[in-house]
């Protein structure tokens, strides 16, 4: 099983709103992942988890707050976002960061279609 | 700093007829490149992982070839659900961890 699941699949709110984004993969993987990605544009990391503990923020403006709260889950809490957030956010999982083969392939989810009003 | 470049941009194909998408990387120590298939508004779908010059993956009509300086995935004989846009991405070996993804392949194949 190669599945990540995201909620919600579409979200619509206004620039005052505090919201949040779910992950959930049951693979295994210490590793997951925060894209965002605008139309017609590859993926952008935003941050990465590893072992539960945040490996790698890309200098992600603080309205965006990720949490872990254990292997298998991932939230990105949102907070006074700009229409210019919109997008869509993907999360993904790896078994890890580091090594070699398999250790590596992303495994992304659905993800959830974000509108900011 | 890594470079992925993906050529064409943008491909219009009959059904049947057989091409190659083109990814050529820069990267101090590849440690791995992917290719993932995305639909409109969804997420990508992992395809294939190439580790070194030489590797070749097949699934269905699709297979992907390594060499030090790019990879290519083959379309043979396409049908209108090919229909996607292929992107690349490398992982380097030193520090940080991060997919260097290609601006993407999008295919179209026409009944």
């Known amino acids: 099983d190669t599945e990540v699941t995201q909620t919600p699949k579409h979200l619509v709110m206004g620039m005052t709103n505090k919201k949040s984004l779910k992950c959930e993969q049951h693979m295994g993987h210490r590793a997951m992942y925060w894209y965002k990605q605008k139309a017609k544009k590859p993926p952008e990391l935003m941050f990465v988890?590893?072992?539960?503990?945040?490996?790698i923020n890309e200098s992600v403006p603080s309205r965006f707050s990720p949490e872990c709260p254990n292997s298998s889950l991932l939230n990105l809490h949102l907070h006074a976002l700009q229409p210019e957030d919109s997008a869509l956010y993907l999360c993904?999982?790896?078994?890890?960061?580091?090594?070699?083969?398999?250790?590596?392939?992303?495994?992304f989810g659905p993800g959830t279609r974000l509108t900011v009003l | 700093e890594d470079q992925v470049t993906q050529s064409p941009e943008a491909l219009r194909l009959q059904e049947g007829e057989s091409s190659s998408l083109n990814c050529s990387y820069t990267?101090?120590?590849?440690?791995?490149l992917f290719w993932y298939r995305q639909d409109p508004g969804k997420g990508p779908e992992f395809l294939f992982t190439?580790?070194?010059a030489g590797e070749e993956k097949e699934k269905e009509r699709l297979k992907a070839t390594l060499t030090k300086k790019e990879s290519f995935l083959h379309i043979t004989a396409p049908k209108p659900e090919d229909s996607a846009t292929y992107l690349c991405a490398v992982l380097a070996y030193y520090g940080n961890n991060r997919l260097a993804f290609g601006k993407g392949n999008q295919v179209v194949v026409i009944p």
């Open positions: 190439l580790y070194s």
């Open positions: 990267v101090s120590g590849l440690r791995g």
């Open positions: 993904a999982s790896s078994q890890g960061l580091a090594g070699g083969t398999t250790y590596n392939e992303q495994f």
């Open positions: 988890y590893s072992y539960e503990k945040l490996s």
